[in-house]
C-alpha cells in the first residue's frame, strides 16, 4: 500500500514542490496539505496520513506545538502517524524540542529529492532517520539553553537493570550497535536484546527518543565525553 503523506508548510511553493518530487514516487501518496499547525492537526484527523512532513515555523501554531498534539491524538486514537520535521538551519534549537514532542527525525529543507524519498520510507517503517551522533551533538549545544530543558522524574528509570541503564547512557552517547558489543565485551544480538527491552521498559518509540530520554533525565550529561574517545 501507498505511504500517505500530509504535507505542513505556511510556503504554497515549498509544498507544490514537495508534491511534485513524492507524487513521481509510485509508493508515496500525498493525500492532503496543510498551511498551519493548526490546519495540521485537522487534516491529521480527517485524512489519517501515516507520515506528516512538518514544518517548524509556522504562524499561529508552530510545528512544534503541531507534533505533540497529533502524536498526542494519534496515540489515543490508535492511529499510527509519524512525523518527519522540515527545518531552514541544520543546529535550530527548535529541532530538539521537536524530538522531544515526538518526532521521528528531521531534515533540511533543502534535503536532495532521493533522501526525502528515503528518509519519508524509513519513518513509514517505524524507525528514525536521525542518527544517534547528530542527536547527542544538538542537545550537547542547545538543551542547557532550552526553556523547557530540565530534567524530570523518571520512575521508570527504575524498571531497568544496571545492565540497560549502562547500554541507555552508551546509546545516548551515539554509539552503535557494533560499538556497545566491543565496549561491553557481549555480542550484537545481546546488545540488540538489552536496546529492545530498554525501549520497551522506557515506553519509547526508537534509539532517537532514548538519546533524548537520557538527556532529560540526567542519564548523561551535555558534554559528557565519548567512552571509546575521539572518532576518526
Known amino acids: 500500500m ?5 504535507l505542513v508548510d505556511d510556503q504554497p511553493l515549498l509544498r507544490t514542490g514537495f508534491r511534485l518530487i513524492l507524487e513521481s514516487e509510485p509508493e508515496i501518496s500525498v493525500v492532503g496539505e496543510a498551511a498551519d499547525g493548526n490546519d495540521a492537526l485537522s487534516a491529521t484527523r480527517r485524512l489519517l496520513p501515516d507520515v506528516v512532513l512538518m514544518d517548524i515555523r509556522m504562524p499561529g501554531r508552530d510545528g512544534i506545538d503541531a507534533t505533540r498534539d497529533i502524536l498526542s491524538w494519534a496515540g489515543g486514537a490508535g492511529q499510527q502517524v509519524r512525523v518527519l520535521v522540515l527545518t531552514t538551519f541544520d543546529l535550530d534549537e527548535y529541532v530538539v524540542e521537536a524530538l522531544r514532542a515526538g518526532a521521528s527525525g528531521f531534515l533540511l529543507k533543502d534535503v536532495p529529492p532521493d533522501e526525502l524519498v528515503a528518509a519519508i520510507r524509513v519513518v513509514a517503517d517505524g524507525a528514525a532517520i536521525v542518527a544517534p551522533t547528530i542527536t547527542r551533538r544538538l542537545l550537547d549545544r542547545y538543551a542547557a539553553k532550552l526553556p523547557s530543558a530540565r530534567v524530570r522524574e523518571a520512575p521508570r ?38 536496546v529492545g527491552n530498554v ?19 540526567g542519564v548523561i550529561q551535555p558534554g559528557e565525553g565519548d567512552p571509546e574517545g575521539p572518532r576518526r
Open 2 to 6: 501507498a505511504i500517505r503523506v500530509l
Open 157 to 194: 528509570l527504575d524498571h531497568l537493570t544496571d545492565r540497560e541503564r549502562e547500554v541507555l547512557r552508551l546509546l545516548a552517547r551515539g554509539m552503535s550497535n557494533a560499538e556497545i558489543s566491543r565496549h561491553l565485551v557481549v555480542s550484537e544480538t545481546t546488545v540488540k536484546t538489552h
Open 199 to 217: 525501549l520497551t521498559k522506557l515506553g519509547l518509540r526508537d534509539r532517537v527518543q532514548a538519546v533524548v530520554y537520557a538527556y532529560e533525565t
